[in-house]
C-alpha cells in the first residue's frame, strides 16, 4: 500500500484567498506529481519535481505554483483561489527502477472556490 | 499536436475478457501508462510499458507497438469490481516531462 498522503481532503474558500495544497509521501521517491481533473475529465499534469529544489509546469497551465524543499513533501500553492479554480488535485510520487517507473496516487483534494 | 484515443464506454460480462484499445500520436514517446480509476476515486497505477510487447501482470496484461502507437490493456476473469474507468496516457517529451492523458474507457461488468 502507498504511503501518499494530502490534505485537505476537501476545501471550501472564498474567491481571493491564497490557498495552499499539501502532499507528501513517505516511500523516498524522487519524482513527484500534481494533477488537475474535473468531474468526468480528463487528468491533467500541472506540475512534476524530479527531485529536491526541481520543479517544472506541466502541460496544463495552471495560476498555481509548487515547492519541494524536502524529497517527501511538494505543496502546491494557489495566491488568489477564483472560482475557475474548482477542481479535484491529484498528487503522485513515482519510484523508477531499470526506466520503469510506477506511480503512486495520493487520495485528492476537491477544491471548491466560491 | 497529441493525442490519445480511446474507446468511451465498454460492456462485459463478469468472467470474461476484455480488450481496452489506446491509439496515440504525439511528438516523441518515452513510455505509456494505463491507469484504473473507480468514480470518484484517485487513480490508481496498472502499467507503465516502455518496449514493445506484452507484459502479464495477474489478471491485468499491458501491450504496446511503438511502430503503430498502439496499446492495448486486456483483463481476464472480470469480476464485478472491476467496472471503472481505464485512463491510458503517453509520456512524451525530449528534454522536459509532458504526460497526455486520454479520456478514459468506461467499463461496465455485467452480470
Known amino acids: 500500500e502507498a504511503d501518499i498522503y494530502q490534505t485537505p481532503r476537501y476545501l471550501v474558500i472564498g474567491t481571493g484567498k491564497k490557498i495552499t495544497l499539501e502532499c507528501s509521501q513517505t516511500?523516498?521517491?524522487?519524482?513527484m506529481y500534481w494533477y488537475q481533473q474535473d468531474p468526468g475529465m480528463e487528468l491533467h499534469l500541472i506540475h512534476y519535481?524530479?527531485?529536491?529544489?526541481?520543479?517544472e509546469k506541466g502541460d496544463l497551465s495552471s495560476e498555481s505554483t509548487v515547492s519541494r524543499i524536502r524529497t517527501e513533501h511538494f505543496p502546491l500553492t494557489l495566491e488568489s483561489a477564483r472560482p475557475s479554480h474548482t477542481s479535484q488535485y491529484l498528487c503522485?510520487?513515482?519510484?523508477?527502477?531499470?526506466?520503469?517507473?510506477?506511480?503512486?496516487f495520493g487520495p485528492g483534494t476537491r477544491l471548491l472556490v466560491l | 499536436g497529441q493525442n490519445i484515443d480511446q474507446p468511451t464506454e465498454m460492456t462485459a460480462t463478469e468472467g470474461a475478457i476484455v480488450q481496452i484499445n489506446c491509439t496515440y500520436q504525439?511528438?516523441?514517446?518515452?513510455?505509456l501508462f494505463w491507469y484504473q480509476q473507480h468514480a470518484g476515486e484517485a487513480p490508481t497505477f496498472l502499467s507503465y510499458?516502455?518496449?514493445?510487447g506484452l507484459e502479464e501482470k495477474g489478471r491485468f496484461s499491458s501491450f504496446l507497438s511503438r511502430s503503430k502507437g498502439y496499446s492495448y490493456l486486456l483483463l481476464k476473469e472480470l469480476q464485478m469490481k472491476d467496472s471503472a474507468s481505464y485512463l491510458c496516457?503517453?509520456?512524451?517529451?525530449?528534454?522536459?516531462?509532458?504526460?497526455?492523458f486520454g479520456k478514459g474507457t468506461k467499463l461496465s461488468v455485467i452480470p
Open positions: 516511500m523516498g521517491h524522487d519524482k
Open positions: 519535481s524530479y527531485g529536491v529544489n526541481s520543479t
Open positions: 510499458n516502455v518496449l514493445d
Open positions: 503522485a510520487s513515482g519510484r523508477v527502477r531499470k526506466r520503469k517507473e510506477t506511480q503512486y
Open positions: 496516457a503517453v509520456y512524451s517529451g525530449a528534454g522536459s516531462y509532458q504526460l497526455t
Open positions: 504525439t511528438s516523441g514517446f518515452n513510455g
